[in-house]
């Protein structure tokens, strides 16, 4: 961390702000000591809480063995990451938590990027959601779907975001949660992740709903993480691409700007464009996932808009 940003982050009270951050394990020993460990060399202290998946790898032992002071929740089942999480910012709320520092387990973070991230939230307290710039696990290039995200959302920005010197802060529709940091406010109004969701999307209904409530979400730059995942991706399987094509549906009907008529309206426009796109390309069999996510979605209907209204509440998803 340069000289002249340690004497300004030094001027905030690390004993009146306290931050948890929360990790979601499952069979991740790849990467756990490194995650961890990044944890507890960042420059600004923070307290550490696992929730592991039902590892199946020696991860809870690992983590027990060798990072003493990281609070351990262990979970018989697979909860997927929303539910999760969910348990790991519900521990952190009873602990009196100001800042919530979310970090998938394939994740590490630079030692001065939670004081960054505090830093700019201080300043510009309507956001909820902040994130740093994401990496690829080469430490060079842009994370691969960090960046897709940026040229989408951001492109007139694009190139200053990647050389600004200082920390700046963007406002996005969207960015994935492999790091973010979450104000109390934030989890007090938006409350956690939406247990409809059991793997992807999560992330996506939680800025929709973020977006909903007037809550900020943002990106910061002048900042860094090491995201170290496979640096494109693959459906692959039947199975994959119908998951991919439920859960695009699902994004859209839990959108809690679109009413239900809207909602309608596109997710069958989708199925009609997606269809015919296909049909006319020859891809019968990603025609045929289009049309079997569609079917699955159409049976979460019920489920869909009970989890809407539970979603418009404060402290939606959340125990504590």
Not at 99 to 109: E, S
Not at 140 to 151: E, H, T
Request: proline share 2%; with cysteine.
């Amino acid at each position: 961390m340069d000289g002249q940003y340690r004497l300004r982050v030094n001027d905030l009270d690390t004993s009146a702000l306290k931050v948890f951050s929360i990790v979601v394990v499952y069979n991740g020993m790849k990467w756990l000591n490194k995650c961890l460990e990044s944890l507890e060399k960042s420059d600004y202290p923070t307290s550490i809480i696992v929730v592991d998946n039902a590892s199946s790898d020696g991860s809870q032992d690992f983590i027990r063995n060798n990072f003493p002071n990281v609070t351990l929740i262990t979970s018989p089942d697979n909860l997927g990451f929303g539910r999760a999480n969910n348990l790991g910012i519900d521990r952190a709320l009873k602990a009196g938590a100001d800042y919530y520092f979310l970090l998938n387990q394939d994740a590490f973070i630079s030692p001065d990027v939670i004081y960054k991230l505090i830093d700019v939230h201080l300043r510009h307290d309507s956001f909820g959601i902040l994130s740093p710039m994401h990496f690829a696990g080469d430490e060079i290039q842009l994370d691969y779907g960090f960046d897709a995200l940026l040229k989408k959302f951001l492109s007139k920005d694009y190139q200053k975001i990647r050389r600004d010197c200082e920390c700046k802060l963007y406002s996005i529709e969207f960015v994935n949660a492999a790091c973010w940091l979450l104000s109390v406010h934030c989890i007090h109004k938006n409350g956690g992740f939406n247990p409809i969701f059991s793997h992807y999307g999560e992330d996506n209904e939680y800025t929709s709903r973020a977006h909903f409530k007037k809550l900020g979400v943002g990106i910061v730059s002048n900042t860094r993480i090491i995201h170290d995942r496979p640096q494109a991706k693959y459906l692959g399987s039947f199975k994959k691409m119908t998951d991919y094509e439920k859960i695009a549906f699902m994004k859209m009907a839990t959108d809690l700007r679109d009413s239900s008529l809207v909602i309608t309206i596109k997710t069958v426009w989708r199925l009609i464009r997606e269809l015919a796109y296909n049909l006319l390309h020859f891809k019968l069999i990603r025609s045929l996932a289009v049309l079997s996510g569609y079917i699955q979605f159409a049976g979460k209907i019920p489920s869909i808009m009970k989890h809407r209204k539970l979603a418009g509440k404060s402290g939606s998803f959340l125990k504590a």
